[in-house]
């Protein structure tokens, strides 16, 4: 329960901004970088590169609109608030690396394969990439080290899987395949220049394609299922009946319902067994101490709704 709730506590910071903000810093500078790279060398891997950047550009802008949106407060149109809203930009940055960057790459790398031309000025094309994947690597390494800060004692994969926490996977999931795509980029434009066969450049511009459509899928999958409705995480359900059985009014909890309806908001729905002989007044001050203990220790939990009942 200790190690829930410190985890409970770095997750308030989930919508901070700065993350996005680097990588969308970072991405201006490759992106004019790589268009004047690929008008010098003809390079489709490095056409596909730039496209690819210039469109992660975007997504980041975004991901900030979904952050800014999400932080609404509820209405009487939206009473559990504006929270998925993160979720759904999202979903539509998933939707556009694989339209706007996948699709395009791959496009591009069959064209180049199919009419091959030379490509010219390696040197340059080389240095530029070099410089971009410093650039995108160290963007990575970082999103690493926010991901390390959040998930705790969970493994890095399986955070991946299960977290919430959907801006932080996006820009990591964009940023990894950039660095990946990089380094195809490079091994296919040294390729290129070195045995004198055009379509090594259509072969790296195909990769970073393929590499940028599996990105785009994950994210997509991860990200609908937040979009729909998915529940909280399980320690949620443990917590929560951690602190039922500390209260001296609850016999035992009959049912847990806790939904996800942002980063660090959860809904939590809940049947509990009161203890015999308790008077109406004593029935709604027992629940009401109960509902505030659960929202001052587990800060996660936004709205909180706790119904007295003798069965499931």
Known sequence: MVGYLRATTVSQKDHATGHIIQSLVVNL????????AAFLTGSGAMLA????????????????????????????AHPLGYGRELYFWSFMVAMLLFTGGGVFSVYEGIHKILRPEPVDH?????????????????SALSNVKEINRRRGTTPFVPYLRATKDSDLIVVFGENSAASLGLLFAMGSIGLASVTGQGWWDGVGSLLVGL?????????????????????ADPHIDQAVRAVAVEHPQIESVL??????????????????????????????????????????????????????????
């Open 211 to 231: 590499v940028l459509l599996g990105v785009a899928i994950f994210l997509a999958v991860e990200v609908k299922s937040l979009l729909v409705g998915e529940g």
């Open 49 to 76: 590169e730039a496209i690819h950047t210039s469109a992660d550009c975007s997504n980041q802008v975004l991901l900030l609109l979904g952050v800014k949106r999400a932080r609404k407060q509820p209405d009487g």
């Open 255 to 312: 049912r847990v319902l806790a939904v996800q309806q942002g980063p660090g908001e959860i809904m939590l729905a809940m049947k509990v067994r009161m203890r015999a002989g308790l008077s109406g007044d004593q029935l709604v001050d027992a629940i009401n101490a109960f509902e505030r203990t659960l929202k001052a220790r587990i800060t996660e939990i936004r709205w909180c709704f706790v119904e007295p009942d003798y069965e499931a």
């Open 29 to 36: 500078a490759i992106t004019l970088a790589k268009f004047v």
């Open 122 to 138: 390696v040197l340059v094309g080389l240095g530029v990439l070099v410089f971009s994947f410093l650039l995108e690597g160290g």
